[in-house]
């Protein structure tokens, strides 16, 4: 049983994906020195989403890395609402690193909708253990949280800020600064939930130049790496999901999402 539930799975991810991304979207992603960047939350899917509902209370940490793994608060420079959320410029060159968590989320899906959701989203753990429980039809309720990354680059140097983790719980690291691409390349990620590789993950590369967005896919090997081939145009988002049982009483699970954006 439990292998044909993950041969349905591999079918329907073949197909079509239906989970909603989040991530973080500039204006313009290479920047000159003290040129303003607009910086937009959304969610979605592929970077064809909604402007999201920025409130302070929504947040656990909004930060800016430079240089160093010293961050800056950005929540105290950010509008709440919808759009228009954060302009940033700098004086100084070389790559930002900007990182967003949030605090937790609660949902209730009734038990065919998540079984759905499990099975678009690669998460056999959860699917297989409600088929050996008999919770199939029974709904499910579920805490989740975002972990969302972006990389800008300002100027004509690029600086090692794209390696940092930031602490949260699901992380996703380039191996080679993007900025530095000069021609399309194959590009490694290291994905660590709570700071050890997440293996068996199924990580998605979604790249829109003009109107055209595609899709790649890949599962994290056991050191928690994926390779794509990145083509230094348009732009990238790198995202994952992935899910736990919950510690809390009022939830059956928990899942963390995380989303890396970067562009040319």
């Given at each position: 049983?439990k292998?044909?539930?993950?041969?349905l799975?591999l079918i329907?991810?073949?197909?079509v994906?239906q989970?909603?991304?989040?991530?973080l979207q500039a204006?313009k992603?290479?920047l000159?020195?003290n040129?303003?960047c607009?910086i937009d939350?959304?969610?979605g899917?592929?970077?064809?989403?909604?402007?999201?509902d920025?409130q302070?209370?929504k947040i656990?940490?909004?930060?800016?890395?430079?240089?160093?793994?010293?961050?800056?608060?950005l929540?105290?420079?950010t509008?709440?609402?919808?759009g228009n959320?954060?302009t940033?410029?700098?004086?100084?060159?070389g790559t930002?690193?900007i990182?967003?968590?949030?605090?937790?989320?609660?949902i209730?899906?009734?038990?065919?909708k998540?079984?759905?959701?499990?099975?678009e989203?690669?998460?056999?753990?959860?699917?297989?253990?409600r088929?050996?429980?008999?919770l199939?039809?029974k709904?499910?309720?579920?805490?989740y949280t975002?972990n969302i990354?972006m990389?800008l680059?300002v100027?004509n140097?690029?600086s090692?800020s794209?390696?940092?983790?930031t602490g949260m719980?699901?992380?996703i690291?380039p191996?080679?600064?993007?900025?530095e691409l000069k021609?399309?390349?194959y590009l490694?990620f290291e994905?660590?939930?709570q700071?050890?590789?997440?293996e068996?993950a199924?990580?998605?590369a979604?790249?829109?130049?003009?109107?055209?967005?595609?899709?790649?896919?890949?599962?994290?090997d056991?050191?928690?790496?994926?390779r794509?081939l990145v083509e230094?145009k348009?732009e990238?988002m790198?995202s994952i999901?992935?899910m736990?049982?919950?510690?809390?009483?009022?939830?059956?699970?928990?899942?963390?999402?995380g989303?890396?954006t970067?562009?040319?």
């Open positions: 049983m292998k044909n539930w993950i041969i799975g329907v991810l073949s197909v994906f989970s909603h991304e989040f991530w204006n992603y290479t000159k020195t040129e303003k607009l939350l959304r969610v899917e592929g970077f064809e989403g909604e402007l999201w920025y302070t209370t656990k940490k909004f930060s800016l890395f430079e240089d160093s793994q010293v961050s800056k608060d929540s105290i420079q509008q709440v609402g919808k959320n954060l940033l410029s700098f004086e100084k060159s930002k690193l990182a967003l968590e949030t605090n937790n989320f609660f209730e899906l009734e038990g065919k998540f079984n759905s959701y499990l099975l989203d690669g998460l056999f753990n959860a699917l297989e253990y088929n050996e429980e008999g199939l039809e709904s499910a309720k579920e805490h975002r990354k990389l680059n100027g140097k690029t090692n794209y390696r940092i983790n719980s699901l992380e690291l191996s080679q600064n993007p900025y021609k399309a390349q490694d994905v660590l939930f700071g050890k590789p997440l068996k199924i990580v998605k979604w790249h829109q130049e003009g109107e055209s967005v595609t899709l790649n896919t890949q599962i994290s056991a050191s928690g790496k994926v794509f230094p348009g990238w790198i999901v992935t736990v049982e919950s510690k809390a009483e009022e939830a059956d699970w928990q899942s963390y999402w989303s890396l970067f562009g040319y």
